[in-house]
């Protein structure tokens, strides 16, 4: 592409003539959710021709199944990025958890001891992830970097990497069905949506905007930011614990290691979600149809035969097509 | 943003055109193969003079306690845990060596060099090293060659200079003929399949493919191949991996070939919760504790490996032999322990035995 | 900003890293030599190369994810260049070197132009870039370079590792640079406040486009000595280097938020890094122990110097 005219200003004219109404208020409001959620329509649509069995029962329970965990963690992702901080320690987090989970499941506690304690223990950490940002003023990449390393670090050293197996059967959560559906995807969409009302509607969510759009306003407005961003981490470590109890359960075995680059496709659901990586904007449904988008995109390039070799470059590039997309439409608005 | 689009584009079906062009079998290697025979007939062994690499200077380490680390390809996993414990074994059973094992927390070639760069300066009497590539490690190796260090490699090779000798868990064509007929037994002459693998750059997973392509096409013709996927060492991944193929090819897939220990219990999972067991077969390379709930079940009939315990044992053993001088080029055999005498083939390398094929009846004789 | 505060946490940092040396050399004999050292030198070159790069665009408040991507690609455009395409090979390795570069003017267009936020779009092309390292390799490594190639990656000039050279060269024109030039000025006025430095008449979108060009071209760099230092291209190389690097800056004092953050204080949390990696796996040290003692002393290093700051201003 031939650019070399790096001088034009950055803020476009407006060439959308403006219609207000029901849809022009959807699109403002839940503008890159609705990106995603036709580019999923049209990877579905477009599939399908090639091969029906990609709409088939099993396959669309693969497909929204299948990554449930990751969106699950990415509705607390979210959350921290909309208060303007990050957290790059979640997969360790969810790496640890699991371990701890399936030691305590096959040590004989009763199953919800072993559900429920990486769920606690998850809010303890980011708890004081949590602390060290707010009130030690450290910045959020500072201390999930040092929390990784921390984290990796001790997995590896507490299980020396040995497998747990011999999980008893009532432990395996994911694999169970509620109202004849899989429970990640019960959960998943449970979550997202009382997460997104809750976002929305409750004062202590939409003071997570303020927070992140502008600190200092928020601030002289009477919001106690150093406790919300506090909160924000252990509500994060909340969602984290319960998407290792969907990830631990999954198979027989639990793979006491960091899920290779677990964190960066959190962190990349949550910001192809249309969650604003400077804070102040985005919902947790764009961050949960993201994660759709992800396993959508997987297994349509399985079906649609394109090289293994390029499948990566491919998803690459459909991010950075939803990037653009979402850009383009926001430019186009102002 | 419409050149961007159109660059988006060509790109795409560039990447199309690309995918019509592929050979069968993706996920191999391009060095030569060399299948065994259909039937078990041992393939003559062709002598070939050692290409192993010397030390420079080494000292007198004869009947000596010496002091070996061992730098695997990561940390972390059951596989290098039971290697790990093998060695430690052997050390205790000698009494003559100090073992640690240390490595990469990622299976990153960077972070492997620099570990054994480190090692080299602490002064190690031995590396043992299980290569994450063959070629990146040379160097290293080579270096710590020239500062009179022995270098005994296991699992996954280097190239042959770069160390003194390399303890070989089964050879690459074994393991495909293992792996093909073990899958051929069970879905017949016709069935297709398809294969998990970790990441396409993996050598020694690179090298079975490569291997079983040619023994499958020597000695099952009829059998399809339908495609291979990534999956990573990524356990939830392989799982949705091989969910995913099993909804495409619906009745057409007979059979999944699990390249690693973690994509292996994961794709027997997927089977198992497809409620496929009987109709889709698994076979692969894995661990037999990860395997045992799916082994029990009758899902999977076969689960090829060899005794990681035993290679690092090996590796230990050939360590001490190399360390005391009694193990020199044109050997050809050396004593390890209680696994008896070990035979030497290609040139430098020390075979372990033929690969051995885990099933329902003695799955439960095993612990790592 | 006064040059004062500026240097108060590069001057806690080098004190660390002196305390660090001293009690190093103490559990090891082996650690303080001129031969530990500059092999520690030889080993630090590419996290170092992209570390200084990192450093002036986290100093304007923006990231590059992109960078092990791009080194990537590089690596593997290097000897597809030569050996498929048949280029001699130093063509072969400036070609990539270009492509490399490229990549790194496309995050800025895409940064610039789009408007995409930095973390968002170097997260895209890290995808994107690693693909195309995959794609184009077809999983094959190209191996076999002539002896003069290694001289890069693995001899030494003047007795001190060749890519050493590089990395100091590259470190005292970036400190120039950062330090005492209009250019570096208008770094720090973009990450202070953007707005104010674009109606102060700055050229801002020029100057990130050309950091982000920068950025890639230490990338690209890193990728030949990396190709040169291991004798082999795969397409996996330098996977999770940009977490090494941005670790590097930050401990080094280059504030995330922007507007802060020295070329010095990078090279001292580069040292520091690899001075912990080193000297505690030489002390017996396990390598999951070191991590996590990195870890620490990042979060540790950081709070110690805002505590300083606060008791300081205030």
């Known amino acids: ?334 | 943003m419409g050149k961007v689009l159109l660059s988006a584009i060509l790109a795409l079906s560039f990447s199309t055109s690309l995918s019509q062009a592929q050979s069968a079998w993706t996920g191999g290697d391009d060095l030569p193969t060399n299948p065994l025979a259909c039937d078990a007939t041992a393939p003559t062994p062709t002598a070939k003079p050692y290409d192993g690499g010397v030390p420079t200077n080494a000292p007198d380490r004869k009947g000596k306690t010496i002091t070996v680390v061992d730098v695997p390809k990561l940390v972390g996993i059951g596989y290098f845990n039971a290697t790990s414990k093998g060695i430690a074994d052997a050390a205790k059973e000698m009494g003559t060596m100090n073992a640690k094992t240390d490595g990469p927390s990622k299976a990153n070639i960077d972070d492997q060099i620099t570990l054994i760069d480190n090692y080299i300066t602490s002064g190690v009497d031995g590396i043992l090293f299980a290569a994450n590539d063959p070629v990146a490690i040379a160097p290293v190796l080579k270096k710590a060659l020239a500062a009179g260090i022995n270098v005994v490699g296991y699992d996954a090779n280097s190239t042959p200079d770069a160390r003194q000798w390399f303890v070989n868990q089964a050879e690459f064509n074994g393991i495909a003929k293992s792996m093909v007929d073990a899958m051929a037994a069970e879905v017949g002459e016709e069935g297709s399949f398809a294969i998990v693998t970790s990441t396409f750059t993996t050598p020694n997973q690179a090298r079975w493919i490569s291997e079983m392509a040619a023994y499958q096409a020597k000695c099952h013709p009829k059998m399809k191949w339908l495609e291979t996927v990534e999956a990573q060492e990524d356990n939830i991944l392989s799982f949705n991996q091989a969910n995913t193929l099993i909804n495409k090819y619906g009745d057409e897939l007979k059979g999944i070939f699990g390249m690693t220990s973690v994509a292996t219990p994961a794709a027997a999972d997927a089977v198992t919760q497809a409620n496929k067991c009987g109709s889709v077969a698994v076979v692969g390379l894995a661990t037999p504790n990860a395997m045992k709930p799916y082994v029990s079940s009758g899902c999977v009939k076969s689960v090829v490996l060899w005794n990681p315990v035993d290679l690092g044992y090996a590796a230990a053993y050939v360590m001490r032999a190399v360390a005391d001088g009694d193990l020199k080029g044109g050997a050809t055999s050396v004593k390890a322990g209680k696994l008896g005498e070990l035979s030497v083939i290609n040139g430098s390398e020390i075979l372990l035995g033929a690969p051995f094929v885990f099933t329902k009846d003695n799955i439960n004789d095993f612990d790592f | 900003m006064n040059l004062k505060s500026l240097f108060r946490h590069e001057m806690l940092l080098a004190i660390l890293l002196a305390i660090v040396l001293v009690i190093l050399s103490f559990q090891s004999d082996k650690f303080f030599t001129v031969s530990n050292l500059l092999n520690q030198g030889r080993l630090m070159t590419e996290t170092g190369l992209i570390a200084i790069a990192m450093t002036f665009i986290i100093a304007t408040g923006g990231i590059d994810l992109s960078v092990g991507s791009i080194l990537g690609l590089t690596a593997i455009l290097t000897g597809v260049f030569w050996q498929n395409v048949g280029l001699p090979l130093p063509l072969a390795a400036a070609a990539a070197i270009a492509v490399g570069t490229f990549a790194g003017f496309v995050n800025g267009i895409i940064i610039t132009r789009f408007r995409v936020p930095p973390l968002i779009a170097t997260l895209a092309t890290l995808a994107l870039y690693r693909g195309l390292a995959e794609g184009i390799s077809q999983a094959r490594s190209v191996r076999g370079y002539p002896e003069w190639f290694y001289v890069l990656g693995q001899g030494n000039v003047l007795g001190v590792p060749t890519q050493l050279w590089l990395l100091l060269i590259a470190a005292v024109v970036a400190s120039i640079i950062l330090g005492y030039t209009r250019w570096g000025r208008t770094v720090y006025a973009i990450g202070n406040n953007e707005v104010a430095a674009r109606f102060s008449g700055l050229s801002v979108e020029r100057t990130k486009v050309a950091l982000y060009t920068a950025s890639g071209f230490a990338a690209a760099v890193a990728a030949v000595i990396f190709v040169s230092r291991v004798s082999t291209t795969r397409s996996d190389m330098g996977t999770g280097i940009e977490l090494d690097a941005i670790t590097a800056v930050v401990l080094g004092g280059t504030s995330i938020f922007g507007g802060r953050g020295t070329i010095a204080g990078t090279i001292i949390g580069l040292c520091l890094i690899q001075a912990l990696k080193n000297g505690l796996s030489l002390a017996g040290v396990k390598g999951d122990g070191t991590i996590m003692l990195i870890g620490a002393v990042l979060i540790l290093a950081i709070l110690v110097s805002n505590l300083f700051e606060r008791s300081g201003t205030r």
């Open chain 1, 1 to 334: 592409m031939a650019m070399t005219d790096l001088d034009i200003p950055p803020v476009r004219p407006s060439r959308a003539v403006q219609r207000p109404g029901a849809i022009q208020r959807l699109m403002s409001d839940y503008g890159q959710e609705i990106v995603v959620l036709l580019a999923i329509v049209a990877l579905f649509a477009f599939v399908t021709m090639i091969n029906p069995r990609f709409i088939s029962a099993n396959n669309l329970t693969t497909i929204f199944a299948g990554n449930a965990y990751i969106a699950v963690a990415a509705i607390g992702m979210s959350m921290v990025i909309i208060t303007g901080n990050i957290d790059v320690s979640v997969g360790a987090l969810i790496g640890v958890l699991a371990t701890i989970s399936g030691t305590l499941a096959v040590a004989g506690y009763p199953v919800w001891v072993a559900w429920f304690a990486p769920v606690l223990i998850g809010m303890a950490i980011n708890g004081l992830i949590g602390v060290l940002v707010a009130y030690a003023r450290i910045p959020s990449i500072v201390v999930t970097l040092g929390a990784l390393s921390i984290l990796r670090g001790g997995l590896i050293s507490a299980t020396g990497g040995t497998w747990i197996s011999d999980l008893p059967p009532a432990f395996m959560v994911a694999q169970k069905k509620l109202f004849g559906l899989p429970v990640p995807l019960v959960a998943m969409v449970v979550l997202t949506l009382l997460a997104a009302a809750w976002m929305r509607y409750s004062a202590f969510g939409r003071s997570l905007y303020a927070l992140g759009g502008n600190p200092e306003a928020a601030v002289a407005t009477g919001i106690p930011a150093e406790r919300r961003i506090v909160a924000v981490f252990i509500i994060h470590g909340f969602f984290a614990g319960l998407a290792t109890i969907l990830f631990a359960t999954q198979l027989q075995v639990i793979q006491s290691t960091v899920p290779p680059n677990l964190e960066l496709t959190i962190i990349t659901a949550a910001v192809i979600g249309g969650v604003s990586i400077l804070g102040g904007s985005g919902t947790v449904i764009g961050s949960t149809l993201a994660a759709i988008l992800f396993a959508t995109i997987g297994s349509a390039l399985i079906f649609t035969n394109v090289s293994a070799y390029w499948l990566r470059a491919v998803i690459g590039l459909l991010i950075l097509a939803t990037v653009l997309a979402d850009m383009f439409r926001r430019s186009r608005r102002i």
